[in-house]
């Protein structure tokens, strides 16, 4: 069965980092492109960071500069390394990948179960 987990969430006072990780469990022939999304409580889903398979990033204009997306080919994984973390980054976070699960299928987008972001005092 193939499955996206990730971990790294948790409580941080403003100011501080974390960092996500999120691993494709399961047999796939292929990962296109992966990314980060967030939503907080009350607001619509949306994209953080995005990533291809050659490590062109794309990302978000409220967290430029803070957050950095990267991937490891080789272990089928994907990280987000969050820096200088504010209130209004407080949000569960989604890891979503395009997988080939198959020779000659079509890539399904997958997402992780997700994981609590708080940035507090």
């Known amino acids: 069965q193939v499955q996206l987990v990730e971990s790294g969430g948790g409580l941080v006072p403003p100011g501080g980092s974390l960092r996500l990780s999120c691993a494709v469990s399961g047999s796939i022939v292929s990962i296109y492109a992966m990314a980060w999304y967030r939503q907080a409580p009350g607001k619509q889903r949306e994209l953080v960071a995005a990533?291809?398979?050659?490590?062109?990033?794309n990302v978000a204009d409220s967290v430029k500069g803070r957050f950095t997306i990267s991937r490891d080919n080789a272990k089928n994984t994907m990280d987000l390394q969050m820096n200088s973390l504010k209130p209004e980054d407080t949000a569960v976070y989604y890891c979503?990948?395009?997988?080939?699960?198959?020779?000659?299928?079509?890539?399904?987008?997958?997402w992780g179960q997700g994981t609590q972001v708080t940035v507090s005092s």
């Open positions: 979503n990948a395009d997988l080939q699960i198959t020779i000659g299928s079509l890539l399904v987008e997958y």
């Open positions: 990533i291809t398979p050659g490590g062109r990033t």
